[in-house]
């Protein structure tokens, strides 16, 4: 601790170089923490996923419907605690490009997801209002909407009797966030309103959401289940959720990847040239070190020296940047304006990103560091005078 | 002015012949460079990839005719009554035979394995009428044979045949209780060629979708009939639907995800651009402390302060551009004609593309490695004339 006014002094040396160096680190970090958030955003679904919860859809693809009645028999299939159902209304507010996740359901939705924290005085008005919905914080914030607003609502898919595509729903109330990555962007409407309403398809849902008591048995049930309906109109194809999620998530594809290693490229780049600065300023110290060693300096000692100023630098502008990175997603939102379902910076990325700035300030201090401790004293006394 | 010129090109050339002696932090800096030029090149030919997927291949004269509140074929959804009457409306374009070139089509969504993972992704198959061959002029078949009328037989688009397991001619798969025959591979040059084709009868058969559709595809006499063609079935009290040329309905398709492509793409570049310029400004920086024995003997013998500055810049640019034309480069040879697919949210399919290193995205790309040098070289420049000439020429 007694050299920190050393290496202060040795970083202030050029100032310009100080500022622009750690505004490169900065820089690096702040990318590499929003990023990571971003990407957070699209696979945080997984890590909230149930393993006592399954999804079954019909076999052929997530977007043809299933007969509401397959709830009852899937019910009676020994292990299954709870059933559920989900119908993707299409709805959008104003305008085809403010896409709503919204799928009218039953009140046993909310009690196989418990992390949608919904009051008991909203959860009330819901049961009371035929035409209510209950909101994520995040869409209610991304409308501005606020409980007992009347919004209409339009759909692509669903006409109702009186022959129009847009539904009139009462705002009942707010879910919030029960667990960190929690989908708070979901517009929850009444299943009997929808069945009454819509033109056609009555009967018809569009995927079902199963508890089950024992995790364990989750691939047993899951072939129980499909066995019910095989050789049917509609056959099924059930799954645990967090494959579900996952096989969701596998048709963005390539890009997902492709996208991860750009980042990285971009984050490596960057650490390279700041590296290559931080070693420069070093090597241009060597009739310093050199006096220091003169002066009876271990060369050890140097070594650290050498390596706790690195370390310092890596941590200044890197530390900065995953803070500044935090911030902006934190109180900055979503960049999309609600559309990402969930967005935060996980503690695993900020893990990783103290863990890169540890390896930042050892690499770049390593090699300098090591000629230092090599250099012949007299050798390098004589490039001074 | 010429004697000025003269100088400003002298030193900067005697500069740039110094350039191999500082090699390792140019280098850097150009790497620095060339990583930001490689990712902005990178991600953006990614959504002009993807644009030119859904856009290329759709003519001026085409249009979508959909049910009146659908935000896309897949909600869609004509009665075979309201198709009949869509074809006869004015401005429709006939074949030789006088048949309307009116089609309509069916659009749903089947599971098919990927080939690079294996796991499942929604394909679009689509039941088109006779008419939709005469529609998309650009139809080719180029494996194999179109399908048979009635059959359950299927033909797939170039680049879904390309990227998805089971799809080669002979091949029988089954989806639900049908099981089709792939008989033939085709390609239209647009957003067909992520589709799987078949019959409509057939798909209206297997899907229980009775004698109704998705869309009407229809080819106009021209381009100019369509406001004429629009009025007549916008007034028309049998039906409520909305009409878009092909070009506006593709475009508006591709618009979210290529848009959110692009601001991330240039978000980064910009980002990480000011990562490189930090970087270029040190470098620049460290060259000019080397050189200011040389810089002020160069002063002293008479040379301007703006040659020097000229001289410092010039090199900043040059290692600017270096970067850029390495970055281009590379993103060309790594990405140009890399064929992937994603799911398109708006059809909720896959939509198989090639990333597409445009000529202009390579120039843009070169500018603004041309701006990072500049901004980069600017402050090390004035430095470098900063110090009166006594002062620098005691330190020697």
Redesign the interface.
């Known amino acids: 601790m007694k050299y920190l006014g050393l290496l202060w002094a040795n970083l202030r040396r ?1 100032r ?2 100080l500022v ?2 750690l ?2 680190v900065l ?2 970090f ?2 590499f923490t929003y ?1 990571a958030a ?1 990407k957070t955003a699209f696979t945080a679904g997984l890590d909230v996923a149930g393993a006592d919860r399954l999804v079954t859809i019909h ?6 419907l299933l007969p509401v009645s397959y709830a009852n028999r899937i019910a009676s299939v020994e292990g299954v605690e709870k059933v559920a159902h989900n119908t993707w209304f ?1 709805g ?1 507010y104003q305008d ?2 403010n ?1 709503l996740a919204m799928f009218p359901v039953q009140e046993t939705y909310f009690e196989i997801y418990p992390e949608y924290t919904v009051s008991a005085e909203h959860m009330e008005n819901w049961r009371r209002e035929r035409t209510g919905i209950i909101v994520g914080e995040s869409t209610m914030r991304r409308f501005g909407w606020k409980v007992g607003d009347r919004v209409p609502i ?4 669903w ?1 109702n009797k009186d022959g129009s ?1 847009t539904w009139e729903f009462t705002i009942s109330g707010v879910y919030t966030a029960g667990k960190e990555g929690t989908d708070t962007t979901a517009v929850l409407p009444h299943y009997e309103y929808f069945e009454e309403a819509r033109a056609f398809g009555e009967g018809m849902v569009g995927w079902f959401v199963i508890q089950i008591a024992n995790a364990d048995r989750a691939a047993e049930i899951s072939d129980e289940i499909d066995a019910l309906f095989a ?1 049917s ?1 509609y ?1 099924t194809k059930t799954s645990p959720e967090k494959a579900f999620m996952q ?1 969701f998530m ?6 997902g990847a ?1 996208f991860t290693a ?2 990285s ?2 984050f490596f ?2 650490l ?3 590296g ?2 931080m070693a ?1 300023s070093v090597r241009e110290r060597t009739p310093e070190i050199a006096v220091l060693k003169a002066l009876g300096f271990t060369n050890a000692r140097i070594v650290r020296l050498l390596l706790a100023e690195s370390l310092l630098l890596a941590a200044l502008g890197g530390g900065t940047g995953l803070g500044l990175a935090w911030w902006l997603v934190t109180a900055g939102g979503d960049p ?1 304006g609600g559309f990402l379902p969930a967005f935060f910076v996980e503690t695993s990325t900020l893990v990783l990103g103290v863990a890169m700035i540890f390896v930042l300030g050892l690499a770049s201090g390593a090699l300098p560091a090591w000629q230092a401790a090599r250099l012949n004293t007299v050798t390098a006394f004589r490039k001074v005078v | 002015m010429i004697a000025w010129i003269l100088q400003a090109v002298t030193v900067s050339v005697m500069n740039l012949r110094n350039l191999p002696a500082r090699w390792g932090s140019s280098l850097v800096a150009v790497i620095g460079i060339a990583g930001v030029v490689l990712v902005l090149v990178g991600i953006l030919s990614m959504a002009r990839g993807f644009e030119a997927a859904l856009t290329d291949g759709t003519a001026p004269e085409n249009v979508i005719v959909m049910r009146g509140s659908a935000t896309s074929e897949l909600d869609s959804g004509i009665g075979a009554d309201e198709a009949n009457v869509i074809a006869e409306a004015p401005g429709v374009a006939k074949d030789a035979d006088g048949n309307a070139l009116a089609s309509p089509e069916l659009f749903v969504v089947v599971d098919v394995p990927r080939k690079s993972t294996g796991t499942s992704s929604n394909v679009p198959l689509r039941g088109v009428s006779p008419a939709a061959f005469g529609v998309r002029e650009s139809f080719r078949i180029i494996e194999g044979r179109n399908f048979t009328p009635g059959m359950y037989e299927i033909i797939v688009g170039r680049g879904a045949s390309g990227q998805f397991a089971g799809l080669a001619v002979g091949d029988s798969v089954k989806w639900g209780q049908n099981s089709w025959q792939v008989v033939g591979v085709f390609e239209t040059g647009g957003a067909a060629d992520s589709e799987i084709w078949a019959d409509a009868r057939a798909v209206q058969d297997a899907y229980r979708r009775g004698n109704s559709y998705n869309t009407l595809r229809v080819k106009l006499e021209s381009a100019d009939s369509f406001a004429m063609f629009k009025d007549a079935l916008t007034t028309n009290p049998q039906l409520n639907v909305r009409v878009l040329t092909e070009r506006e309905y593709y475009a508006d398709q591709a618009r979210m995800l290529s848009g959110f492509i692009s601001g991330i793409g240039v978000g980064v570049a910009f980002l990480m651009g000011l990562g490189a310029m930090f970087g270029a400004v040190n470098t620049m920086s460290t060259a000019v402390a080397n050189r200011s024995r040389e810089i002020a003997t160069l002063r002293a013998l008479g040379f301007g302060k703006t040659a020097v500055m000229v001289s410092v810049l010039t090199e900043a640019i040059v290692l600017g551009i270096a970067g850029g034309l390495l970055g281009g480069a590379l993103a060309w040879a790594l990405f140009n004609g890399y064929q992937v697919s994603t799911l398109s949210w708006s059809s909720f399919s896959q939509v198989t593309f090639a990333f597409r290193v445009t000529p202009e995205l390579l120039v843009d790309g070169a500018s603004y490695s041309l701006l990072l040098g500049l901004l980069g070289g600017i402050l090390p420049a004035f430095r470098a004339v900063r110090r009166p000439v006594a002062t620098a020429l005691r330190q020697l």
Do not use: C, H, W
């Open positions: 050029r310009m170089r622009f160096t505004l490169s820089v690096a702040l990318l990023l971003v076999k052929v693809s997530l977007i043809q299409g959008y085809p490009k896409q339009s759909t692509g898919i006409q595509n050789n109109p056959e096989g596998n048709q963005i594809g390539d890009i492709i750009i980042v490229v971009v780049t960057l390279l040239v700041a290559n600065t420069q999309t």
